[in-house]
């Protein structure tokens, strides 16, 4: 028989962005192999100087905080926009006519500004086409690179294919409600977290390269939900609910 006073969990980190004090849906945030929170106090000791031992005899905790940390390996869309602190947004398939990409150099690498490209066309100053043995293109990235000099501004046409767009560091200070939905895996327990509001450090390194899989850290605060400081069955920062469930 299992001891209970022992436990392993296991689990999976559900997110839901707070719009205007209101949590959205939650989202399941995928593999993170770990994860924690940290409970930190501030406090001042007290000493008794009557009986010349100056012993602690009390201790005044003055500030309170909680903070969690964990690693996320999978980059969903909204993953993504945690880890990079942005926000995504998805741009349709689009055609693209005469974009003017200016005068370009022998051997120098054009970034054309749109991905997955399709019946992709160039003209010169006159308008002439300009046949594809006088360009190398990288229709999936969207670069070209031109073999020779081009009198006068080029311009392109193409199809461009749809795709997401997530933007990098412009959403800082986003707030999230928490709920871990956990299972002890010796006793079968369930054990479920929640986090009425956690603010995620913008602080982060995302690997462009990796020699294995890619896995992220991500680390936050709690914050207090003061509506909750009088309701003797809550916490200002959350709670922590264990039970049985029943055949």
């Known amino acids: 028989m299992a001891n209970s006073n022992v436990i392993s969990l296991q689990g999976e980190l559900h997110l839901a962005k707070m719009v205007s004090g209101v949590p959205a849906a939650l989202l399941p945030v995928g593999s993170t192999p770990e994860l ?6 501030e406090s001042t000791d007290h000493y008794e100087s009557k009986t010349g031992l100056r012993s602690k005899d009390a201790v005044l905790y003055k500030q309170t905080g909680v903070a969690i940390s964990g690693t996320i390996e999978e980059v969903t869309k909204e993953n993504l926009e945690l880890i990079l602190s942005g926000k995504s947004i998805e741009i349709p398939e689009a055609q693209l006519t005469d974009i003017n990409i200016g005068t370009v150099q022998a051997g120098a690498m054009i970034d054309l500004g749109h991905r997955n490209l399709s019946n992709v066309a160039f003209k ?31 311009k ?10 997530t933007t990098i560091a412009n959403n800082i200070g986003s707030e999230y409600r928490i709920l871990f939905k956990g299972i002890d895996t010796l006793t079968g327990d369930k054990v479920v977290m929640t986090l009425w509001r956690v603010k995620f450090s913008p602080d982060t390194e995302f690997d462009l390269i990796h020699e294995d899989f890619g896995s992220y850290s991500i680390e936050g605060e709690a914050l207090a939900d003061i509506s909750k400081a009088n309701d003797a069955e809550l916490s200002v920062f959350g709670h922590i609910e264990r039970f049985s469930v029943t055949a």
């Not at 924690?36 to 106090?41: E, L």
């Not at 360009?135 to 073999?147: Q, S």
């Open 36 to 41: 924690q929170i940290a409970i930190s106090t």
């Open 124 to 154: 010169d100053s006159s308008d002439v086409a300009i046949t594809s043995d006088k360009y190398v293109l990288d229709a999936v990235y969207g670069t070209v690179v031109f073999n020779e000099a081009i009198v006068g501004p080029v």
């Open 156 to 165: 392109f046409s193409a199809k461009a294919g749809a795709k997401t767009r």
